[in-house]
């Protein structure tokens, strides 16, 4: 088993930004790749970036392109997300996730592991 605990996040002014951490411990030797992922009020749980290793790789959803980063610290096992120039429509519970399989893939469904959600809202 794999352990995600998160933190960060809060209330932002549209155009600031915010920065979310996720630790994992515990059976981490098989974890190839972690991302984020976030779920607006009715919608679906949807991709916003990841993180694949070796060696390290990004991938982003087009809407936040440009503004979101997402890295890791290879001594803690954990991964950041460093979001930038925040718009509305960026609002919603923030989820880290975790998936054991090397194989890229955008769809919740295809991770392991999730943390525990934090929330994002950025006001206009």
């Known amino acids: 088993q794999v352990q995600l605990v998160q933190s960060g996040g809060g209330l932002v002014q549209a155009g600031g930004s915010l920065r979310l951490s996720c630790a994992a411990s515990?059976?981490?030797?098989?974890?190839?790749?972690m991302g984020w992922f976030r779920q607006a009020p009715g919608k679906e749980r949807e991709f916003v970036a990841s993180?694949?290793?070796?060696?390290?790789?990004?991938y982003y959803a087009d809407s936040v392109k440009g503004r979101f980063t997402i890295s890791r610290d290879v001594g803690k096992i954990t991964v950041y997300l460093q979001m930038n120039s925040l718009k509305p429509e960026d609002t919603g519970v923030y989820y880290c996730a975790a998936k054991n399989s090397p194989v890229i893939q955008y769809a919740p469904k295809a991770y392991d592991y999730w943390g525990q959600g934090t929330q994002v809202t950025v006001s206009s």
């Open positions: 993180i694949s290793w070796p060696p390290d790789s990004t």
């Open positions: 515990g059976r981490t030797f098989n974890t190839y790749i």
